[in-house]
Nanobody
Framework: QVQLVESGGGLVQAGGSLTLSCIASGRTFNYAMGWFRQAPGKEREFVAS????????RHADSVKGRFTISRDNAKKTLYLQMNSLKPEDTAGYYCAARGSSMGYVYLRGVEYEYWGQGTQVTVSS
């Protein structure tokens, strides 16, 4: 079992930055992780993913060049650095994890086993 707790969300002006964190507890060794977001009335959307070692990452086209996913396995923490935020980035952001000892990253929500409760990011224009 893996428990995930996100933090770092908040209200920021367009063009600003935020860093989200997701602390994992439980059996977290060899887990691929990802960030997803969901805005009111919209479907859940892939944001970024990272393999168990942190060597391989993928970012959605909508955030590429602005957001960066990273992890610190010693601290059991996943990060999402968000720069140049836009009003359309407003959403609840969720971290997810799944077991994977290979160098895979996962882009679909259905591929993940564990989810955090989410943290709200609101970007004002």
């Amino acid at each position: 079992q893996v428990q995930l707790v996100e933090s770092g969300g908040g209200l920021v002006q367009a063009g600003g930055s935020l860093t989200l964190s997701c602390i994992a507890s439980g059996r977290t060794f060899n887990y691929a992780m990802g960030w997803f977001r969901q805005a009111p009335g919209k479907e859940r959307e892939f944001v970024a993913s990272i393999n168990w070692s942190g060597a391989i990452t993928r970012h959605a086209d909508s955030v590429k060049g602005r957001f960066t996913i990273s992890r610190d396995n010693a601290k059991k923490t996943l990060y999402l650095q968000m720069n140049s935020l836009k009003p359309e980035d407003t959403a609840g952001y969720y971290c997810a994890a799944r077991g994977s000892s290979m160098g895979y990253v996962y882009l679909r929500g259905v591929e993940y086993e564990y989810w955090g409760q989410g943290t709200q990011v609101t970007v004002s224009s």
